[in-house]
């Protein structure tokens, strides 16, 4: 199998604002490595404005590189072909993908990209500091867990607020919600109730709609992704990085983890500690994340088949868009503005795009069979929501291979309008960069179909067809 030629008519910005995507010049997905799209003689240039006549942002790399939004200068390329072995034999059963090809793309992303973890990552404990019975006016039962890193007292604690339904009759699924601004409501508190701390955006604006979930018979939790590992260019010195480096060392080898690696494994090791609570259906786990977060879960769930499904709500740029697309953000960008989040062997494609082994495609295929979820905005092209439909496409060949279903479609779907047939599913929203309320109960719908329990429903990752 090889992923989908998708071609058409260009067609302008203001198409993807108005109606659906775009359609795009020639995307392959077959093996090859062609010459960098992006313009490498940085030149003396004029002041940019902040943003475009759309709105959209403008910003120029050190390489020179201006940010487009014109479809027609996206550019063409050839994306790497998962289903090909770095030997040139094409995989053609799902063995040779778990035994060969599937360990050589996540090894191109642990020693590339973002990361490999370091044998010195510190051990991580669990203790359970508060409990009611009776939250959210009996709705739920309500914990806060301690999970602390290393062997020092003052070392990186996570606090994880977790939410079960009061009622349950046994173990439950549980969505994992990795977030940015704080957990969710005070004790008592619903969810749209909960008061933004000082400059931040209001919480209901995250957390999930908890009393919906609840209601569907999910557990919901969170933790804040900076209590792992400080999302700033001077992380190293702190988080569980720090622990973690060699004698000597003031930041992580070139192929060891970055700061979106380090919240990964912290995601995992949230995981760990919902293995020991029997009120959790370990099994059951989604794990969600938006923007650098939703980059994050992906990763996660790539490297950690427990968990049981991923969402990945708007995460564009070294996420879920393909990278060698000229729009919106791109690898230079990336590699400029957020060096701490990836290996230091990144930097290697600032420029280089079409030398990148991997793209978007390689990342969501190393979830599968397990089903991945992602969202996009009309409002926020900076993220190339086309580029995350195309990269959804092009995964699809491998999940076709272990014998599930893809998008059903290479063609853009309409505004608002879910894909959540398949096992791969897509929610092109009207709106900006957010995980916006129909973005959750689409999730919702699809997650549905794999973390109720039923008869020869199994989420076992390790299964072939």
């Not at 090809?101 to 669990?126: N, Q, S």
């Not at 001077?234 to 973690?244: K, L």
Request: charged share 20%.
């Amino acid at each position: 199998m090889r992923p989908h030629l998708i071609c058409g008519i260009l067609a302008p910005l203001a198409a993807i604002l108005i109606t659906s995507f775009p359609v795009c010049a020639a995307e392959s997905a077959a093996a090859t490595n062609s010459a960098p799209v992006t313009n490498q003689t940085p030149a003396p240039a004029a002041p940019l404005p902040r943003t475009d006549a759309n709105g959209n942002p403008l910003r120029r790399a050190p390489t020179g590189h201006v940010s487009n939004y014109d479809e027609a200068k996206a550019g063409t390329y050839t994306l790497p072909d998962p289903l090909v072995l770095q030997n040139g034999r094409p995989v053609r059963d799902a063995e040779t993908w778990f035994k060969e090809r599937r360990p050589e793309i996540l090894r191109l992303y642990e020693t590339r990209i973002y990361g490999r973890v370091p044998e010195r990552a510190p051990k991580a404990t669990f203790k359970v500091v508060e409990m009611d019975p009776k939250a959210m006016d009996g709705l739920a039962v309500r914990k806060l867990v301690q999970i602390h890193f290393g062997d020092k007292p003052d070392g990186p604690n996570v606090q994880l607020h977790v939410y079960l339904p009061a009622k349950a009759n046994g173990p439950v699924p549980v969505l994992l919600h990795i977030v940015f601004f704080g957990n969710p409501p005070v004790p008592g508190a619903t969810p749209d109730a909960a008061p933004p701390g000082p400059g931040r955006r209001p919480a209901f604006r995250e957390a999930g709609p908890i009393a919906d979930i609840l209601a569907h018979g999910y557990g919901y939790a969170t933790f804040r992704y900076t209590e792992v590992q400080p999302d700033s260019s001077n992380t190293f010195r702190s988080g569980v990085i720090e622990p973690a480096l060699g004698p000597g060392r003031s930041k992580p080898a070139a192929d060891e983890w970055g700061a979106i690696s380090a919240w990964a494994w912290g995601a995992s090791r949230v995981l760990d500690y919902f293995e020991t609570d029997p009120a959790v259906d370990a099994r059951r786990v989604a794990l969600i994340g938006h923007s650098r977060l939703g980059k994050t879960v992906l990763w996660a769930g790539a490297q950690d088949p427990r968990f049981a499904l991923v969402f990945s709500s708007c995460a564009g740029e070294m996420g879920s868009a393909l990278a060698r697309r000229d729009y919106g953000e791109t690898i230079d960008d990336m590699a400029a503005n957020f060096p701490w989040q990836f290996a230091g062997n990144f930097q290697k494609y600032s420029g280089h795009w079409n030398d990148l082994p991997v793209d978007a495609h390689m990342l969501i295929a190393l979830n599968a069979p397990r089903p991945v979820f992602i969202t996009g905005g009309t409002q926020d092209q900076w993220a190339d929501p086309r580029g995350e439909f195309l990269a959804e496409v092009a995964a699809g060949p491998v999940y076709r291979l272990l014998g599930k279903k893809d998008l059903g479609t290479s063609d853009g779907p309409p505004l608002d309008t879910p894909l959540i047939s398949g096992d791969l599913g897509f929610l092109y929203h009207t709106g900006g960069h957010t995980t916006a309320p129909g973005d959750w109960k689409a999730f919702l719908d699809f997650a549905g179909k794999y973390l109720k329990p039923k008869p020869g429903n199994s989420l076992n990752p390790n299964e072939t067809p």
